[in-house]
């Protein structure tokens, strides 16, 4: 049962409820009819709820204060262009699901323009007309599941720049909607989920476009199985892609079809994974990694480049990247830009190997580790000749900062060091190997103290900080045998 409305008691001194709501609008700032509330709807604070009221109609009187608007659960039927009077200027969700809407008004949008999530999920909607949600330019989130859409007007989703996330699930859909972010639609779409529509044939390279942003879900649909479709599936389940790994069961194009499919070769190819590099201004072609395609002209390879995606069937000859008719890709005038990760997707007979190629346009000093296969330029000084060396510089001047003694330290009365400034001394790893009077012959390690009082004489050597019938002095890089006379007396040396 729908709650009735909020209503204020009245006081026992006299003061009239209305009265009383008047004199706390004035205080707040509100007008004196923003604190008015629908019958049968409850509001509290910024939000209004008429939801599960058995609504046919819109109440005339919504109070436009309304941060979060909840009409579902109703009978709505149509959402005319004037089903406000007023304009909301703060409401941020709108929520319609379930209730009989068949038709929205164009420009029934214009009085929430400040709206962020949109919910007609489980309507009656047919269609989605021209523009019908432009005015919606900071809408995020739009929900329309459940409904019984057939068509999408290319122009649907124009003027809807911020939409982060589309629910179009549960429809009768044959083909995905088209979302041109360059046309006026999304910038940043990365969730699309068209699952359990109609769809039998999809877009590879905008899937693989949508896919490269966020999620996109296509489970519980008649998708055809071709040799685009195949490798595209191949390429998600070697990237991980849990939108497709999740649902994985619910597709049924699987790896088995490509020998009847006819996608590739049945031959053992070379798996031609590398890194190639080109100078700026040359020419390079790089082989689609184990794939051989067996037609003159293999529309089923694309190509995803680190700035867009590729395909045979959509050749630019004025392009510098264009995908050959083996399946190859080719660079004319590579580029700075052009340096990155190429993923070659196609459909193998033998799936899983890696089908990532990647190119460095210029200083070849910035390649990967998984080698060079083709090089453009001069050679280059080898860093792990440098790498060695630099080891080698260090292990000596330790060794010299050890053994070369410039000063001796004068000791104090009772024959004990008053230490010298910067002494590194050999101990074991663990104080108490020493102090039972035994050492481990490996995991040494040097000990550098902060400088103490020190009182040197530059023409003697210095004395150590230890006195040798204390414990043995070893050098680095030894691993000698034998153990220690005593342990050692002052704890503040042992590290």
Request: glycine share 8%; proline share 7%; with cysteine.
């Amino acid at each position: 049962m729908c709650p009735s409305a909020l209503h204020l008691p009245r006081r026992s001194s006299g003061v009239h409820p209305m009265a009383a709501a008047l004199l706390l609008s004035l205080c707040l700032g509100f007008p004196p009819w923003a604190l008015a509330c629908p019958p049968g709807c409850i509001c509290a604070s910024d939000i209004v709820s008429c939801s599960g009221c058995n609504l046919s109609t819109l109440p005339p009187d919504l109070p436009d204060y309304a941060a979060r608007l909840d009409l579902s659960h109703n009978s709505l039927s149509a959402l005319p262009v004037d089903w406000t009077p007023r304009p909301f200027r703060r409401l941020a969700v709108l929520l319609l699901g379930r209730n009989r809407i068949g038709q929205i008004e164009a420009d029934a949008f214009a009085a929430t323009p400040r709206l962020l999530h949109l919910d007609l999920s489980s309507n009656r909607l047919l269609r989605l007309n021209a523009s019908i949600f432009s005015r919606l330019a900071e809408l995020k989130e739009l929900l329309l599941f459940g409904n019984q859409i057939s068509q999408i007007d290319p122009n649907a989703f124009v003027g809807v720049r911020s939409l982060v996330k589309l629910y179009l699930s549960g429809n009768i859909l044959t083909s995905l909607p088209v979302i041109l972010p360059d046309g006026g639609g999304p910038l940043n779409l990365t969730f699309l989920d068209v699952s359990s529509n109609r769809i039998a044939r999809v877009d590879v390279n905008t899937l693989l476009d949508l896919s490269r942003q966020g999620g996109i879900y296509l489970q519980g649909n008649p998708l055809i199985c071709n040799c685009a479709l195949l490798g595209l599936l191949q390429y998600w389940t070697w990237r991980e892609y849990l939108p497709f790994l999740d649902f994985k069961d619910d597709y049924k194009c699987k790896d088995d079809m490509a020998f009847a499919l006819n996608c590739s070769m049945d031959e053992e190819l070379p798996v031609q994974v590398g890194s190639y590099q080109v100078d700026p201004g040359k020419g390079l072609r790089l082989p689609c990694p184990g794939f051989s395609s067996s037609l003159p002209r293999d529309p089923s390879v694309f190509w995803v480049t680190p700035t867009t995606v590729l395909n045979l069937s959509e050749h630019d000859p004025d392009s510098h990247l264009v995908v050959l008719p083996n399946g190859g890709l080719e660079i004319r005038g590579a580029l700075t830009e052009d340096s990155g990760v190429y993923v070659c997707v196609a459909a193998r007979l033998r799936p899983g190997a890696s089908p990532e190629v990647h190119v460095v346009v210029g200083n070849v000093s910035s390649l990967p580790a998984s080698g060079l296969v083709h090089r453009g330029g001069g050679e280059h000084f080898n860093t792990a000749f440098t790498t060695l060396a630099s080891c080698v510089v260090s292990i000596i001047l330790v060794l010299l900062y050890l053994y070369l003694t410039p000063c001796r330290c004068r000791e104090n009365r009772g024959g004990a060091s008053r230490g010298c400034g910067g002494r590194a001394i050999i101990l074991c790893s663990d104080p108490r190997d020493v102090e039972s009077g035994q050492r481990r012959a490996n995991g040494k390690r040097v000990a550098f103290l902060e400088p103490q009082m020190e009182d040197c004489d530059s023409a003697a050597a210095k004395s150590p900080v230890i006195n040798a019938s204390l414990a043995i002095t070893e050098g680095i890089l030894k691993n000698g045998s034998g153990t220690a006379g005593q342990g050692l007396t002052d704890t503040r040396l042992i590290v």
